[in-house]
């Protein structure tokens, strides 16, 4: 089953709404908003998002795609994400993405097709002495192994998952 949230123009204009009643009504925090609601943001929400803030569609999509945070594309219940950077890497950081593409049968940059799980790489976070540094849904784990992440995703529910 997908659980991606289907979009509804109806619920977009509720939350402007809620935005011209005096919060902070930036296109980065609507964005934000939709992209927490949904987890990605759906073309027709910048479309309405760029008539309502009276801002050309050209600039809703550059800073839509311009930050990490914001996704065109719907991401899953749970992001996972791995440290492909320099020190991580030579501590077996690669190895850890394999596994939990295999046991989740998708590639990095992908989404499971339930809606559950997206995998992603990113470059170094700062935490490079505590290598591999594995994220997931914004909590970070140090020295991360296969075995390890294998570990994280039990927790998660996945178990010999294959798509
Ligand atoms: S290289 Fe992974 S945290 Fe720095």
């Known amino acids: 089953m997908n659980s991606e949230q289907a979009f509804d123009a109806s619920e977009l204009a509720d939350l402007l709404g809620d935005k011209q009643d005096g919060e902070d009504k930036s296109l980065m925090s609507i964005l934000e908003d939709v992209q927490a609601r949904y987890r990605y943001l759906p073309k027709d929400a910048l479309i309405l ?3 309502w803030m009276g801002v050309p569609l050209s600039q809703t999509y550059s800073v839509a795609t311009f930050y990490n945070a914001f996704s065109l594309k719907p991401k899953g219940r749970h992001i996972i994400n791995v440290c492909l950077g320099t020190a991580c890497n030579v501590r077996g950081s690669r190895k850890v993405v394999e596994r939990i593409a295999d046991r ?7 989404t499971t097709q339930d809606g559950e799980f997206t995998l992603e790489t990113l470059n170094c976070v700062g935490a490079c002495a505590l290598g591999p540094v594995a994220i997931i849904d914004g909590t970070h784990f140090g020295r991360v192994n296969a075995a390890g992440a294998d570990k994280l995703l039990k927790k998660l529910g996945v178990e010999g998952r294959k798509e």
Not at 104 to 110: A, H, Q, Y
């Open 104 to 110: 989740l049968g998708i590639e990095p940059g992908e």
């Open 49 to 51: 998002i760029s008539e």
